[in-house]
């Protein structure tokens, strides 16, 4: 089974950046999509972004993109979410997880392994 562990998270002031990592237990496959979500106070879990390990494509939910970027390090097997110019309204827990199909998949449903989450702030 595959273990993910996110970290990054903190308390920032709209405007700054922050950047989280999400490492897994074991190499990723080549057939992976490994994802970015999160979750706000009394709102559903949305997608935020995610990126196809063969390829290195990636997409992004309309919210995030332009100030959002999603990466890979292969060799240490870890993904990372580059959040740049962050609002009040990006205040959430993020979570990574992980599609053994490695499909271009954007719900919760179609992610098999999920981390604990980190939790982001943002305040005015």
């Known amino acids: 089974q595959v273990q993910l562990v996110e970290s990054g998270g903190g308390l920032v002031q709209a405007g700054d950046s922050l950047r989280l990592s999400c490492a897994a237990s074991?190499?990723?496959?080549?057939?992976?999509?490994m994802g970015w979500f999160r979750q706000a106070p009394g709102k559903e879990r949305e997608f935020v972004a995610a990126?196809?390990?063969?390829?290195?494509?990636?997409y992004y939910t309309d919210s995030v993109k332009g100030r959002f970027t999603i990466s890979r390090d292969i060799a240490k097997n870890t993904v990372y979410l580059q959040m740049n110019n962050l609002k009040p309204e990006d205040t959430a827990v993020y979570y990574c997880?992980?599609?053994?199909?490695?499909?271009?998949?954007?719900?919760?449903?179609?992610?098999?392994?999920w981390g604990q989450g980190t939790q982001v702030t943002v305040s005015l």
């Open positions: 997880a992980a599609d053994p199909r490695g499909r271009s998949v954007i719900s919760t449903t179609d992610f098999a392994y």
């Open positions: 990126i196809i390990w063969s390829t290195g494509y990636a």
């Open positions: 074991r190499r990723t496959f080549s057939t992976y999509t």
